[in-house]
């Protein structure tokens, strides 16, 4: 029973079993936030912002420290459209999980120094990779004035391979206060964006920046 427990605590961040995280806004508006994981990749992500400044729509890209490397002008470019950048550790590897308290911090700084030197602030959100938590994370967290975000609706768009159906499956998982996870790093998500972001505002939902649900400055200038 307690390893059932703890198997739930570390891969659903929004039990809030080690680390507390903002999984959703309040549903008493029919307002959501979309956010972008894993870039910043240089042919999607600027398709991704093309569609949502033509729709207006702000959203948040977590982003890979490594990945910031020969795309700084995308990222300045993320920035300037009033999107939020956030942290989702440097190299995003699946051992993430196994390193210590400082092996995690130290990928934790590795990003922040990155997006400090293209953006000139700090991020204050951060995603963990997949998801998972743990008590190792709990403690490099701890001392941190990061806000951890996670989602309450999931797009699969790294595994669901049909568009159409990936797009079903988001208009039915729509609902006041969603935050929506995709992924700027792959074709599908380009292919269905702008008729989830049409279908949604159809239905009378507005897109709102994650900061309003967190609540939180989203930077820190030194």
Not at 134 to 150: E, F, H, M, Q, V
Not at 175 to 183: D, N, R, S, T, V
Request: hydrophobic share 35%.
């Amino acid at each position: 029973m307690y390893s059932a427990v703890v198997f739930y605590g570390v891969t659903y961040l929004s039990a809030g079993f080690f680390v507390k995280a903002v999984c959703s806004g309040p549903d008493s508006k029919k307002e959501l936030c979309i956010t972008f994981d894993d870039g910043p990749h240089p042919e999607i992500t600027p398709r991704i912002l093309k569609i949502l400044k033509e729709h207006s729509v702000p959203a948040a890209f977590f982003v890979i420290g490594k990945n910031i490397e020969g795309n700084e002008g995308l990222l300045q470019k993320t920035d300037q459209e009033g999107h939020i950048v956030g942290n989702h550790t440097f190299n995003h590897s699946f051992w993430f999980d196994l390193k210590s308290p400082s092996g995690m911090k130290l990928e934790l700084k590795q990003t922040d120094d990155k997006i400090r030197e293209v953006l000139g602030k700090y991020p204050l959100y951060f995603r963990p990779p997949y998801g998972v938590t743990n008590p190792p994370l709990y403690k490099a967290l701890r001392d941190t004035r990061y806000s951890t975000i996670g989602w309450n609706v999931r797009s699969f768009d790294t595994v669901v391979m049909d568009k159409i159906n990936l797009l079903d499956k988001l208009k039915k998982a729509l609902k006041p206060g969603a935050i929506y996870l995709f992924h700027d790093t792959n074709d599908r998500t380009v292919e269905i964006l702008e008729s989830f972001i049409l279908y949604a505002k159809e239905n009378g939902y507005s897109f709102v920046s994650i900061e309003k649900f967190v609540n939180k400055d989203a930077y820190a200038f030194n």
